[in-house]
């Protein structure tokens, strides 16, 4: 881990005095695990050509390959793309949350990572917990994969803030720090107020994210009531992600 500061203040900074900070480390992040990684039409298509007629026709219909298309000048994908180009970190930008996010409305689209897995499951079960009980999903076993990504570039520190409970508060200083020279900020999550989260505004600060662990979260209809860990087979409490060290190794 690498981050160093261009402000000493000890001072509990306002909107327009975050102190900018370098960072260069690994941080994490959870996805639903719906589909296997293969091509789209990797099952249906028999030989290379349909392939290629396939994914010709899915480009007309999909704004994220047209934009990514347009940043490339036309050339197909490829493992010498761009690593801000790769599909885990292109979407992000390309689909905006209309819920917006912690610092961020929907108008702005940015990409949450956190600096360990423990608090990226937190996370993660927080935000899976709100969504299966809006939909009042039934009792379920959610599958979810990691992604690794090391982050490097100039984030605000928001960090010496501590965790803002008000929304409107966070997007002011959101606000504040779009006419700043920076990738995004650093905050503490209210999941885990001792850890550090990354809000990233610009996919250009992003290298190629890495599949990891993957995890099954038990839905009992009311809450996510445990984790289960494929790679070694550890049942992971949601209630321990929140303490300083988890009882399972990340």
């Given at each position: 881990m690498?981050?160093?500061?261009e402000s ?5 900074p306002s ?9 260069d480390?690994?941080y ?6 719906r589909f296997?990684?293969?091509e789209?039409?990797?099952?249906i298509?028999n030989?290379?050509?349909?392939d ?6 899915e ?9 990514k ?5 036309g050339?197909g ?6 690593a801000?180009?790769?599909?885990w ?11 917006g996010t ?7 689209a940015?990409l949450e990572l956190f600096?360990?897995?423990?608090t990226?499951l937190?996370v ?20 979810m994969?990691?992604?690794v ?9 928001c ?8 929304r ?7 606000r504040?720090l ?7 900020l650093l ?6 107020p001792?850890?550090t ?9 992003l290298?190629r994210?890495i ?5 099954r ?11 289960y ?6 049942v992971?409490l949601?209630?321990?992600?929140g303490?300083a060290k988890?009882?399972?190794a990340?």
């Open positions: 690498s981050i160093s500061t000493d203040s000890t001072s509990t909107e327009d005095d975050l102190p900018i900070v370098e960072v480390q690994e994490y992040v959870l996805i639903p695990s296997p990684p293969i789209l039409y990797e099952r298509a030989d290379p050509e349909h290629a007629a396939f994914k010709e026709v480009a007309l219909t999909n704004p994220r390959l047209r934009e298309a347009r940043l490339v000048g050339s994908p490829g493992e010498t793309e761009p801000h180009l790769q599909n970190n292109h979407a992000p930008f390309t689909y905006p949350n209309p819920d912690r610092f961020f409305g929907p108008a702005t940015a600096d360990e897995l423990q990226a937190a993660s079960v927080r935000k899976r917990e709100a969504f299966l009980s809006s939909t009042n999903e039934v009792p379920m076993g959610l599958d994969r990691v992604l990504r090391r982050v490097t570039g100039r984030f605000a520190d960090r010496g803030r501590g965790v803002e409970p008000d409107e508060v966070r997007w002011r200083a959101g504040a779009l006419e700043k020279q920076a990738d995004g905050f503490r999550p209210e999941e885990r001792s850890a989260g990354i809000s990233i505004l610009r996919g250009q600060a290298g994210a599949q990891g662990d993957h995890f979260f038990a839905w009992d209809g009311e809450r996510v009531k445990s984790l860990a494929f790679r070694d087979g550890v992971v949601p209630e321990s992600l303490v988890a009882a399972f990340a």
